[in-house]
């Protein structure tokens, strides 16, 4: 095996999510861990909610692209602690997050979570704060559906988390 | 295996369970689109959870089973769930306040278990914590909402309080197996949730208008397998596919 590791974060940057495909699993901040040995790579992964129907599926595809690659015996391990935070959300994962209309999570998790996730969330297309939460769940657990009362436009919000 | 803990974890993941596929029924039928997406991204979150503490519960179990072993052929009287999940879904407002009570409930007991020195059961409350943050949000809003709302709303919200406030006192009841798993640094220590709960449930009621009936027998045999009779009819909905056709997998 020659691949370093740094290869395989390269390789994993191709598996998108599955809900949000402009974004790589590595952007989102599931994967936590990458491990060679003699008996083959162990990749660590973390679901962003407990009920995320995507994992499974994010597996497989994680196994398949690393075997196209040559790797054999891929294994994938799921752990839970810590737990994911939208903290672990790469720049460029927030970038293409607001370039697909979806408003990235503002601020720090842990603050936002005690002090109300829901004030002054911009519109990804004009800018505008002035916004209104329509639902606290979207078409996924992880957004929010908000309406820009400056351009009309509804929008998603990827909540802190 | 150690039957304690199994069993305190098939006490969690059951009303988790039960509670999802009461919301997963609402799927299609919501008052409004978005309420209805609300309460199905519950269920999942609730679903998720669940599968967590099943298949740590099958784990501890040793016997090769897995987590769907345990959510599709148990019986009713195996299942240690509360009674308040298991009461039907009725109108909008019954939901809501059925919610209330259980997020109420479940966001104080997993800020106690994510102290457990049991890692996985920390790890699992601490991941489903965050989750139940945003459920105890939801309906939390709508008990004011409906509460402090309009004649109508007001007086559903309250009858489905004066409902199912009988079922609210088994949350925090105190059993031996939660005294075992407080002595061995596993448990929470449900008199500490109910405090905590005691003052939510105040808070929120006080801000929708709303009152505790005066004279209720509350109502207690969920966590001993003694179930009300609307259980036996979730399960035969929940567990068709997996009786009929057993081993059946996507």
Known sequence: MVTATKDIWAILKTVPDPEIPNLSVVDLGIIRDIEENDDGLIVTITPTYSGCPAMDMIEVNIKAVLEDSGYKDVKVNTVLSPAWSTDWISDEGLKKLKESGITPPQGKADKRILQGDFDGIPCPLCESTNTEMISQFGSTACKALFRCKNCGEPFDYFKCH | ?250
């Not at chain 2, 088994?170 to 596993?186: H, N, R, V």
Request: overall charge negative.
């Open chain 2, 1 to 250: 295996m150690d039957r304690s803990l199994f069993n305190y974890l098939l006490r969690l993941a059951d009303d988790s369970l039960i509670l999802g596929q009461r919301l997963g029924e609402w799927c299609g039928h919501g008052p409004a689109l978005e309420i209805d997406m609300a309460m199905t991204n519950i269920s999942l979150d609730l679903f998720g959870q669940s599968r967590s503490l099943y298949q740590y519960a099958a784990q501890i179990q040793g016997e090769g089973k897995t987590e769907d072993d345990l959510a599709f052929l148990r019986d009713s009287w195996d299942f240690y769930n509360c009674l308040l999940v298991e009461q039907p879904n009725g109108d909008f407002a019954q939901t809501v306040a059925r919610q209330f009570f259980f997020d109420a409930y479940q966001f104080m007991l997993y800020t106690e278990l994510k102290k457990s020195d049991n890692d996985q059961l920390a790890a699992i409350a601490a991941k489903s914590l965050k989750e139940t943050a945003y459920h105890l949000r939801f309906s939390r809003e709508w008990m004011k909402r409906l509460g402090d709302g309009t004649e109508e709303s007001h007086t559903r919200l309250q009858d489905a309080v004066d409902k199912l406030w009988r079922f609210t006192a088994e949350l925090c009841q105190m059993t031996p197996l939660d005294e075992e798993m407080i002595e061995k640094g596993i448990g929470a220590d449900l008199n500490v949730v109910r405090k905590e709960w005691d003052k939510e449930v105040d808070k929120i009621l006080t801000e929708a208008r709303l009152k505790l009936p005066e004279k209720t027998v509350m109502q207690y045999g969920g966590r001993n397998g003694v179930h009300t009779e609307h259980h036996g009819f979730i399960l035969t909905d929940m567990q068709y596919l997996q009786r009929t056709y057993p081993g059946l997998e996507w």
